[in-house]
């Protein structure tokens, strides 16, 4: 996905308080994992000190902290409070579970259809926002413990790919 259709994405998913919309939102924002996003509950998001708490899924240095910016938090923290709060206080909950990647999925493939810029997959957001970082100039060290990648080669083989 090209930075000027992952800007325009976010735009697009940026208003409706609806569940779908804000999952794509806070993957842009934070390029977490699909499984790691689902799993957010509303204390993972910290409104004080503008970061998302993202629970690991898949290696030892998945689980981590990171930083957003202020004006996202505060689109995140304005959505969110249009929108009903889970028992469990799960952002994501159904009510009989939690969101699936095809109710997320659709989101994208409507943003890609009314765009007409082909076919992504919501993992595409996350090497999008990994070329996004290092073409603004932020360190791939950073970028690599950002995205919870266990070394650098792997936010490598991310960010070249995704500029194929």
Do not use: W
């Not at 804000?22 to 910290?46: A, M, N, W």
């Not at 503008?50 to 689980?63: F, Q, R, V």
């Amino acid at each position: 996905m090209s930075i000027e259709n992952f800007v325009n994405l976010k735009k697009y998913v940026s208003d409706p308080p609806i569940q779908s919309y804000v999952f794509v939102y806070i993957l842009i924002v934070t390029g977490g994992r699909f499984g790691e996003v689902q799993k957010l509950s509303r204390s993972d998001l910290d409104y004080k000190n503008n970061t998302i708490h993202l629970p690991g899924t898949k290696t030892e240095t998945s689980d981590r902290t990171v930083d957003i910016p202020a004006a996202d938090m505060n689109m995140l923290r304005k959505t969110l409070s249009k929108m009903p709060v889970s028992l469990s206080n799960q952002l994501f909950s159904t009510g009989v579970g939690l969101i699936t990647h095809n109710a997320v999925s659709k989101v994208l493939q409507k943003f890609c259809l009314e765009n007409k810029i082909g076919k992504y997959t919501l993992h595409s957001i996350r090497h999008t926002h990994c070329s996004y970082l290092l073409l603004n100039d932020v360190s791939i060290y950073y970028t690599s413990k950002r995205l919870g990648y266990k070394n650098i080669k792997t936010t490598m083989d991310a960010y070249f790919a995704s500029i194929r």
